[in-house]
Structure formats: C-alpha cells, structure tokens
C-alpha cells in the first residue's frame, strides 16, 4: 500500500502502467483525485501526475526495509523487512536468490530464481527493525554469510548481470 494520492480516472489511456492507478488502496485511509491526460497534437497521451509503474515487474514483495546476502557458493540474496503496527507483527523474508537486477532512479528489481520481484527503495538500504537485525545477526553467526556494505552494491548489481548475459 503507498501514502499517495491514488488516481481515479478509468478512462485513462494510460491507467493500466500508472502506479496512482494500479497501487493496493490503503483500507483505513486513502486519498483519490480524477487526475486528466493531456493529448497532444500527435495524439500521444501525456498526465503530469503519472508514475511508471514497476518498469513491467510483477512485483511480489517491496519491503520498508532491506539488505544484501552474500551466501558462500557466489550468490546474493535479498533480505527483506517490515515493520509491524498495533496489529501486525514485524516481519521478514529471505528470497530465493538474485538471478538479476534492474533499476529505476528510485527502485533495486531484484528478480529472484524463483520468479519473485523484490522492489527495494535504494535509500532503504541497511534500515532494518531491531527484531530483523537480531534475525540477521543469528543468520550471519550461524552460517558463512556476510552482509553487504552499502558502498558495494553497485558492484555486486554489475557483477550477477554480467554472470548472466554470459550464461
């Protein structure tokens, strides 16, 4: 769910790859507006307010919080991490590997072996609960595995693509 203004408009023309249009509503509070497209004179429909929306992804996870695995045989992996409310406890995940990466400005795609989509904020990164560190940490301790640190990920990012256009 995302703390924006939702776009209400079902006749846009460009509705089905919006993120205002396509995003979960919140169920206890959610803002809407009837944001209008514009077409030019070439026909081609424009919205000041359109945000792409997962570059295509079918995304199955966008943690609040997150880092990078890395695991003994060379691979990496994604760990994931919500913070709970009055409701709901704090919760993490592990995916199943990294096969590749894409990007936007904002957005890591961390495509996983298993077909997961992973959408992690990159300002996000190494942010995670007391309670997902603790989990972290007993990872870490009990297995060959290492953090990543915030100043590698770019490298690692160009190194499993590259791993993957040459197999």
Not at 35 to 52: K, R
Not at 70 to 78: A, D, F, L, R
Not at 89 to 95: F, K, S, Y
Request: aromatic share 14%.
């Amino acid at each position: 769910m995302a703390d924006i203004t939702k776009c209400s408009n079902e006749k846009c023309k460009l509705s089905k790859t919006c993120y205002r249009y396509v995003v979960v509503a919140n169920p206890l509070y959610q803002s809407y507006a009837g944001f209008e497209p514009i077409v030019d004179e070439m026909g081609n429909t424009h919205c000041d307010f359109y945000m792409e929306s997962n570059k295509g992804y079918d995304v199955t996870e966008e943690p609040e919080r997150w880092i990078l695995l890395s695991i003994p045989n060379g691979e990496y992996k994604v760990f994931a991490s919500w913070s709970g409310s009055y409701f709901d406890e704090d919760r993490w995940r592990i995916n199943s590997g990294i096969k590749s990466v894409d990007e936007d400005n904002n957005y890591y795609y961390f495509i996983g072996y298993s077909g997961s989509v992973y959408k992690c904020k990159k300002t996000y990164y190494g942010r995670i609960t007391g309670y997902a560190a603790d989990i972290v940490n007993e990872i870490v301790e009990n297995h060959d595995i290492l953090i990543v640190d915030n100043n590698d990920i770019d490298d690692i990012i160009n190194t499993i693509n590259k791993r993957n256009t040459t197999t």
